[in-house]
Each structure stands twice: as C-alpha cells, then as structure tokens.
C-alpha cells in the first residue's frame, strides 16, 4: 500500500505488521521508565530505610477489648422474668442494646472513670529517641493530687529519685528557667497550678532508668480523647453482646479503662433500677408515721371508752345485726382505702416540687388503666433522667420526654378523679343499705354502739398499716435484690502485638512512595518537556517513514564515516544507506534534499556523513550547500568557501568546475560551498541557473546532496522541490520540539517535498532500546548512470 502523499514512483513498502508496531510503542513507554532504574532503585531504598526508622521508634498501640452481655428484655435478656419478684412490675427494667451502646460512649461515664484511675497525671520516662511511658506496676514514685488548677493543664514536671527517700523537683517558672527544689516523699508540694504529694510506688520498678516526667492533663479533654478512642459495638445483630475495645500505648492502662468502665456502668445501671424502689420505700415510710399515731390514738380512745364504761360482753342479738352491719363496714373500710390511696397519689403528684419525681405504686387500686399510666409515667422518669447524664435539658429528645411527662400526668390525674367519683358513688351507696342496719341497731345500747364505731374505725387504720408493712418489705426485698443489667463474659485483654503501626502496610506504602515519586518525577519532567525524546512520540506525530536514526557521536570531527572507521554512527550510516537505495524501488533517486526545523539539529552532519557512506560504495557524491543563510558544510569539511553558488549563480564567468571541491579525506566524494551570504537567498534560488547547475550535476554524479536552510524558519528548501528525488527530514532527539514534528506532517501530507522520510538524529540509550530502527522496504535495482559530460569526467576522473 503506497504511503500517504508519497510520489508513484516512490511507494515504501513496510516490513513491520501492527503488532510489531505495538510492541515497539510498549517497550518505549517501558523504557522511558526503565532507563532510570537507578531512581526507582533508591527511591525503594530510601523509602524503606525510613519506614524501618518510623517503625523503630514509633510508640506501639495496642488494642484493649472486652465482652459484654446486656440483659435485654426484648432479646431475652431479662433476669427477673420467672422469678418470686417477678410481680413487681414496677421494678422490672426494659432495655435496648442501642441505648446501652450510647450510656457507653457518654462522655460524662468516662470522665468518672479517668478521675477514679487518677489519670489526670501520666508518667514517662525519657529515652534516647523517644520518651516511653509508664503506668502501674511499672512506677517507683506517682503522685496523689489534692488540688489541680487549669493552668497546669499541659504542663510538665520532672521527678528525680534520690537514695534517701527524697525526690529533686525540676520545673520551669514563667521565665522559662528550670527551678530545682528537694522534698521528702510523702511531704505535701504546693504550687500556684496544683498541690499534690509524691508517694512510693511499686518497689520492685525501676528506679534506676533515669529521670521521670510528670504531666498534668485536663480530665475533660482527656475524657474527650479517649471517648473518640472507645469502639462498641454489636457482635451480631441478633445478640445482645457488645465489644468494647479502646487502643493505648500502655497495656495496663488500657485494661483498666475498660475495666473500670464496665464497673461504673453497672454501678450507674443499679441505681437507675433501685430508683423506683427507694422512692417507694420513702412513700410508704412516710405513710407509716401518720398511720402510726392514729391507730395509737384510735387503740388508745377504745381502751378508754371500755375502762368507763366497764364494758365486757355484747348481747346475741346485738351481735347479729353488728355482723350484717359489718360486712357493709369492710365494703366501706376497703373503698375508704382507696379512696385515700387515691388522694395521697393525688397529692403526691399534685405537689411542688414533684413534677420530675416517679409516681409510687397504686398499691391496693387494681384498676389496670391506673397502673399503665403510673408504670409508663415512671419508665419515662428513668428515660429522662438517663438522657439527662449526657444531653443537656434543652436537647429536642429530653424536651420530647418532658412533654410526654407532662400528658401523663394530666391523664393520670383525671383517671384519679374518675376511679375517685365511681369509689364516692359506690361509697353511698353503702352508707344508704347501712342506714337500714342502723335504725335496727337502735335498740343496741348506745354504749355498745358507739364502742363498734370505735373498733371500726381502729380496723380501717389497722388494715391499712398491715398493708403498707407488707408493701414496704416487698420493695425492700426488690432492693436488695437488685442486679446490674451487664455481665463480664470476657475482661479486658490486650492484643499480643501492636495494631499500630502496621508493619506490612508502612512498608507497603513505603515501597509503593519508593516507587511513585521517581514515577511522577518522571512522569511530570516528561509532561513538561516539549523536546522529542523517543521514536513513538515521532511516530504519534506524523506518519511520514522513518529511514533511520543515527546514534550519538562522541567524535570531535564532522566527518565519521571512513573507509577503516567500525564504529556504531558509522555502521547507522551504512544501514540508512542501505535504507536509501530500497525505498527508491529501482527507480531514480539522485537528488537528495536534507533539511530540518532549525539549526542545530545535524542536518550538514548528515549529509556530510551520508554522502562519505555512499562514496565508499564506488558511487560518485556531490554535497551542494544551499544553505545561503548560515553556510556550514565548507568549514565542517576543511574546505574554502570563498567560491560557491552565489558567486556561480550571480556570476555568468563562473563554471560548475571553479566551484566544485573534492574531498581530501574520502575518495569520490566533492562538495560546492554556499560561497559569500547574498542578502537575498531567497530570490536568488529562484535564478534559472539553479536548474541548469542540478542538471548538470545529475550528469556527472550518481548523488547529489543539497545540504538547506531548514523549513521550519525560512522556505528556501520548497524552491528546490521540483529539482529533488527525495526528502530527509531531519529530528533531533532532545532538540527538536515536539510541535515542530507538524512541520514534516504538513510536508509529507501536501506532498511539498518529494518523497519525504525522517532521519532521527543524536539517539542515545533513554531515547530506545537501540539504534537502526529501519523500516524494509522494496528492493529493487539502481538506474544505470547516463554519459557524463566531459568537462566534468576531465574534472572528477572516469
């Protein structure tokens, strides 16, 4: 298939397949990275030698975890559920596995535990990194704080041991100078920001490893720290058995957090239950002193009335109607009961000060609406006073409890004075069937009567005190047999090694570091280079045929390519060479132009380089310098330029003869030098002359070389176009700019040049994997020279 904008006659045919093609762009991607092995090399190195620092004097954490069962009521959970006590309802706790969790994490629950632990103050003991703390066991001396001010808060002291039961306290006054003072151990220290004592510790510790540094911590924000620390959580969504687990440094430290946690919770839990139970208790005891002065005086007033009048037995008849009567009395005496049950709750409720107080027990009123309300008007005390300990009154879900306080109360209130209004009804009713009995007891002697009156009423007080008893007893009981609703399955144990650091991860990322910033070093130096650096970023600009790439020459001389010389420029030459007569297809191709974007980028190198390779194959080789602009074929070859093509083309005296030089180093091959700068090229290659001197040059050689200005800043080579077999286009990698590989594009696109190819210029190892990249193309037969002219053959021998 003929390449794009390539002349008929000059269709490459190429030997690489897409695959081929492919595989060369991913090895150069590779290789743009490969090539600095050495950075990624020690970016690894450097990477994990800090990553083993970090983990050698980083402070391990370790985690603390602990197994807890909460006796949940709707998991099954509760523990009163079948028991004697089990009636209680009022007593009986409802839990959600939710609720726990967050009593849990309550801030406030912490704060009690770091101030039961003492840990306001934390120890350490200063090494040669890092300072290490020490907790404990592990402590020779610690301090008992009597008084902490906030402005000790973050400040440290240091504690040295002396043999004599005596400490040396270090600290900075507001100066910053250190100030020394000596106390006895067990001698009270006061200070502006705290008054505490320094006591013995553990003496089997340490008391020799140096110096120890004391801190002082503000519990609140110790409490917060450790709050953010705590992890709870479910151990399924089907139990009720949570984790608890915190991470620390120090393993004993940890586990008596946890610990202590737990305990106080379950202490907290217990009287939350005991609440009700106490409060009923104070009821009932209050109750009791006022049922106890009455029967007092109501037993009292009988032995009274009996000493006066000498009563000591009732008539058979009297004692008939007394019985039917008093089945009436017990009727009254119950609802009397109730109704006074009723008007102490009542009051109770209706007091000052008892707005957020739990409602007794209705006791003997077995009406189930009643004891609905005071059972859920109680539990939504408890809820209240629980969110209490860690939201604040105004919190929306303490508002809504409040609210709903505030319902019940009003609907426990009216249920009151209903059961009251249906107690007086009933209570009438009574008192009218017992009015019949009375107008029978009439007959009864007064004194007689009026001594049941009294034994009746010391029945109702006596009843009623017998019924209290019992009910004070029963909540007493519920008291004392109250249990926490958690229970330890697992204490608190700590992980045998570290979770932090995680060593397989710090060196993880230290390897992928290692890796990533020469990676993006190289990467970004790329994003930013505008140069050609590798064969596929030609390729990807332009799809002009590449005939080769000529390596970098560390030579001194221009002229490389001798006969004896074996070097690896001189072999590319040969092969670019060897590329040059395949692409001509048999077909003539004696006019070579060579050009490039700018200067600098080898374009006379080359030609002076290609033509001494074809000269050594027998071929007869001209170099033409047209570039008028900066001449530097002549100077690069040791040549005089004094005459040239300006002075041929200005000049009708002048002969192709005066102007052609020949090489002093490589046989067959001549130059013609640009001559002196005309101060208009431009025109001056447009002279008619110019074909003539081609002409005659493709007469008598079988290369012609035109060494031009480059295309990408004048358009002195396009003149020549018509006069040319073919283009080399030359790219300099780590010179040329990427943008500049359009040039040849447009070029080979618009077919302004002849069959067009690229030469890639100064390739050094990070440019690919090797030098020579050739593209086959069709073999075929080089045109036989036509006659030469005879001044020329006189001229450049037979």
């Known amino acids: 298939m003929a390449e794009k ?410 249920n009151l004075t209903n059961i009251k209004r249906g107690l007086t009804i009933t209570h009438n009713n009574l008192k009218g069937s017992m009015a019949q009995f009375e107008n029978r007891i009439q007959q009864v002697p007064a004194i007689e009567r009026e001594l049941l009156e009294i034994q009746r009423q010391q029945g109702i007080k006596q009843g009623l005190y017998l019924y209290l008893l019992q009910k004070r007893e029963e909540s007493a009981v519920s008291l004392a047999a109250a249990i926490s609703i958690s229970r330890v399955l697992d204490p608190a144990m700590a992980s045998d090694s570290p979770v932090k650091p995680k060593k397989q991860l710090i060196y993880l990322l230290a390897i992928l570091l290692g890796l990533g910033l020469p990676f993006g070093f190289i990467y970004m130096r790329d994003l930013f280079n505008d140069k050609v650096e590798t064969l596929q970023e030609v390729k990807q600009g332009t799809t002009t045929p590449i005939l080769g790439e000529i390596s970098h020459s560390d030579f001194p001389e221009k002229l490389v390519v001798t006969e004896n010389s074996r070097s690896t420029v001189t072999e590319l030459f040969r092969l670019i060479r060897t590329n040059l007569q395949f692409s001509t297809v048999g077909k003539q191709n004696k006019v070579i132009l060579v050009t490039s974007s700018m200067s600098g980028e080898g374009k006379t190198f080359f030609s002076i380089n290609l033509g001494a390779s074809l000269a050594l194959t027998g071929k007869r080789v001209v170099l033409v310098n047209f570039d008028l602009r900066k001449p530097r074929l002549m100077q690069d070859l040791g040549l005089s330029n004094e005459l040239g093509i300006t002075n041929y083309l200005i000049s009708d005296k002048l002969s192709i003869e005066d102007i052609l030089t020949p090489s002093e180093e490589v046989s067959g091959l001549y130059a013609i030098g640009s001559g002196p700068i005309p101060p208009n090229p431009a025109e001056l290659m447009l002279s008619a002359k110019v074909n003539h001197l081609l002409d005659e040059l493709k007469e008598a050689f079988d290369y012609v070389l035109i060494d031009t200005a480059p295309v990408g800043q004048v358009a002195d080579a396009f003149t020549l176009a018509p006069h040319v077999d073919s283009s080399i286009y030359i790219i300099r990698y780590g010179y040329t700019r990427k943008s500049q590989v359009e040039i040849v594009d447009d070029i080979y696109k618009t077919n302004k040049l002849n069959h067009p190819m690229i030469v890639l210029n100064d390739a050094k190892k990070e440019n690919g994997y090797g030098y020579g990249y050739a593209y086959g193309y069709g073999y075929g037969e080089s045109p036989q020279p036509k006659s030469w002219t005879k001044k020329l053959k006189a001229r450049v021998g037979a």
């Open 5 to 414: 904008g390539a002349p008929e006659f000059q269709r490459p045919v190429f030997a690489f397949q897409q695959n081929q093609a492919e595989e060369i762009n991913l090895k150069a991607i590779l290789y743009k990275y490969v090539r600095f092995w050495y950075l990624f090399a020690l970016g690894i190195v450097m990477a994990l030698t800090l990553a083993f620092l970090y983990l050698r004097y980083a402070t391990p954490e370790y985690t603390i975890k602990s197994k807890v069962l909460i006796r949940d009521d709707k998991k099954g959970a509760d523990m009163l559920g079948g028991t004697a006590l089990g009636d209680l309802d009022v007593f009986q706790s409802s839990k959600i596995v939710d609720n726990e969790i967050e009593v849990l994490n309550a801030v406030s629950l912490m704060q009690r535990v770091l101030t039961d632990l003492s840990l306001q103050t934390s120890y350490y003991r200063e090494g040669r990194f890092r300072s290490g703390e020490i907790y404990g066991n592990a402590l020779p001396i610690k301090l008992i704080v009597s008084k902490l001010d906030s402005a000790a808060f973050g400040k440290s002291i240091v504690l040295q041991m002396q043999g004599d039961n005596s400490i040396v306290l270090e600290e900075q006054n507001e100066a910053g100078e250190t100030i020394a003072t000596t106390h006895q151990l067990g001698q009270e220290i006061k200070r502006p920001y705290a008054t505490f004592t320094v006591v013995a510790g553990n003496p089997a510790a340490d008391r020799e490893s140096g110096d120890i540094i004391v801190k002082f911590h503000d519990i609140r924000k110790l409490a917060n720290h450790y709050q953010r620390l705590l992890t709870i959580s479910p151990v399924n969504k089907n139990a009720s058995v949570l984790w608890i687990s915190i991470t620390d440094p120090v393993q004993e430290k940890g586990k008596d957090i946890v610990n202590k946690l737990i305990e106080l919770y379950n202490e907290e839990a217990v009287e939350d239950k005991n609440l009700i139970a106490s409060n009923t208790i104070e009821f009932i005891d209050e109750r009791l002193k006022f049922l106890t002065a009455e029967l007092t005086d109501v037993e009292k007033e009988v032995e009274d009335y009996k000493r006066q009048n000498e009563l000591t037995d009732v008539s058979s008849e009297a004692k008939l109607y007394v019985e039917r009567a008093s089945d009436y009395n017990k009727q009254l005496a119950e609802f009397e009961i109730q109704l006074d049950v009723l008007n102490s709750i009542e009051k109770y409720l209706s007091g000052n000060g008892q707005q957020y107080q739990l409602v007794p027990s209705a006791l003997s009123i077995q009406d189930p609406t009643l004891m609905g309300l005071i059972t859920k008007f109680n539990e939504l005390q408890l809820e209240r006073e629980r969110l209490l300990r860690t939201t604040q009154p105004t919190n929306i879900l303490v508002l809504n409890v409040t609210d709903q306080l505030t319902n019940l109360r009003a609907n426990i209130l009216e």
